[in-house]
């Protein structure tokens, strides 16, 4: 079984694998470290951490890993902000058994961004117009996000909506089959 944790970026996706390798040891593949690699390696693709441009350019890139994942191990995990929803129609044509849960922050507020920015502070060192549209991208990605998740009939959860901690508990909850 491969293991998708999609979403926007800052929305805890990391954390959740994290907490499902801890619950079903298996490896994980963060989308973060392929793309560091692309960077680094094909400087040409013009790959861009958190763009969805780059995202669209990963694609043939994260079915080749997911075929491979598929065939070399029983279960593992690929987080990130590159899984996205759409991808989920090719593995299911390619038979290929996962589950996928989306996340995003689709009410998040300027208080629960600093909560949620842990030790880089990478929200709360930006400045007044900085921060605001950081959150204003993170609200319009997790709501292009969400509505893709409608479409294609997958499970997306607003990490913003509630509790934070019972909102990770819940995703696990599904991604270990425990609904």
Not at 36 to 42: D, Q, V, Y
Not at 54 to 75: I, P, Q, V
Not at 167 to 176: E, H, N
């Amino acid at each position: 079984m491969i293991y998708l944790i999609g979403g926007v970026g800052r929305a805890g996706k990391s954390t959740l694998a994290t907490k499902l390798i801890e619950a079903k040891p298996m490896p994980c593949v963060p989308t973060d470290a392929l793309v560091s690699m692309l960077k680094a390696g094909a400087p040409k693709l013009g790959m861009k951490h958190g763009s969805p441009r780059s995202a669209n350019k990963f694609e043939k890139f994260f079915y080749g890993l997911t075929g491979t994942l598929n065939h070399a191990w029983t279960d593992a995990v690929i987080e990130g902000d590159f899984v996205l929803p759409r991808f989920t129609t090719q593995l299911r044509k390619q038979e290929i058994d996962f589950v996928a849960c989306f996340i995003g922050l689709s009410k998040v507020t300027h208080r629960q961004l600093i909560d949620f920015e842990g030790s880089n502070k990478w929200y709360s060192l930006e400045n007044t117009e900085g921060r605001r549209e950081a959150r204003r991208f993170i609200i319009e990605r997790s709501r292009t996000i969400e509505n893709a998740c409608y479409d294609l009939d997958l499970p997306y959860f607003d990490m913003s909506a509630g509790d934070y901690k019972r909102q990770q508990k819940r995703v696990l909850r599904y991604l270990l089959g425990e609904n």
